[in-house]
């Protein structure tokens, strides 16, 4: 018998390794935009933690470019290595090609670290923050703003796309404490409202809520990464409820569109496509990108 269940563990941890490259699209639909206002598909990618040998995540990255996105938002935890610009920079190619906006996450300024998995089973899983980040973020926000990208770490901009405007209000990693919420300059019309964060923390939601974001986006959480089939995640890392860990919400209630949530915000939290490199595993909860498509409110 034990050695029946020492067999099913090895199996269980095998396929969470493999888990880690099965890499998948989800498709969403949020009806937001103005009556009669045709569709905007917006690729969130988020959670990348890419190494330098990861050809075949930096191949399934540059694939998404054939969905041909009308915009790109990043929402972080890009690298988790040194060298990992580079290649994180040529998986990014096809992408940069189009309208886009990025915030940072802990690990594109902090390399990753060994950690005790029981930590993360703590209210507050953060360690002591380290002073110094050791990771090469500067460069990295650098050629993504050379490339027309709009930098979002606690700032506002606009994004033209397709000659209509699309205005972003994000902040930098509140994981870290790092978030400050821009001041509000922005009253131009605009076709979309979106606020834009590394970790979904709670006030930062709120602060995206009552500044009239029509949908706000995040990552940091990867969905659990270790989830148990219909039950779902164990954790989020942050201070969001499980059953927000991942996919398409409301918030601070139920979904717009449901009963209760009139006074809701659309939220979306990816899953993200990587893992730290001491944890590569993952158990339903596949690494994934996120095809959102706004669409009017009169055509759902």
């Excluded at 103005?34 to 330098?52: F, G, K």
């Excluded at 075949?56 to 890009?78: F, H, M, Q, Y």
């Excluded at 992408?95 to 930590?119: E, H, I």
Aim: glycine share 8%; hydrophobic share 40%; net charge negative.
């Amino acid at each position: 018998m034990l050695g029946g269940v020492a067999a099913l563990g090895v199996a269980g941890l095998a396929y969470a390794h493999l888990e880690t490259k099965l890499f998948t699209l989800r498709r969403v639909t949020v009806p937001v935009l103005a009556p009669s206002e045709r569709d905007l598909r917006v690729l969130h990618v988020s959670d990348l933690h890419l190494t330098p040998d990861q050809q075949r995540k930096i191949d399934w990255v540059r694939s998404l470019a054939a969905l041909e996105p009308d915009l790109v938002i990043d929402t972080g935890d890009n690298i988790a290595h040194h060298d990992a610009v580079d290649p994180l920079l040529h998986a990014l190619q096809p992408l940069l090609a189009a309208p886009g906006a990025f915030v940072m996450g802990s690990n594109d300024y902090y390399s990753p670290t060994f950690k005790n998995p029981a930590r993360y089973l703590l209210p507050d899983a953060r360690g002591p923050m380290r002073r110094t980040p050791d990771l090469p973020w500067d460069r990295m926000a650098a050629a993504m703003r050379d490339a027309g990208w709009a930098d979002l770490t606690n700032r506002r901009d606009a994004v033209d796309v397709g000659g209509r405007r699309v205005a972003l209000a994000g902040v930098d990693d509140p994981h870290l404490d790092r978030d400050e919420f821009p001041e509000t300059t922005d009253d131009e019309p605009a076709l979309l409202r979106l606020g834009v964060a590394h970790a979904p923390y709670q006030r930062v939601l709120d602060r995206m809520h009552a500044d009239g974001a029509d949908a706000i986006i995040a990552g940091h959480t990867h969905g659990g990464q270790l989830c148990l089939p219909f039950y779902g995640s164990l954790v989020t890392n942050c201070d969001i409820d499980r059953g927000r860990a991942k996919g398409l919400h409301g918030w601070p209630g139920p979904r717009p569109d449901e009963p209760g949530g009139e006074d809701s915000t659309w939220l979306h939290v990816s899953a993200g496509a990587g893992t730290s490199p001491y944890a590569p595993v993952r158990f339903a909860c596949r690494p994934e990108a996120t095809l959102i498509t706004f669409t009017a409110r009169d055509r759902i």
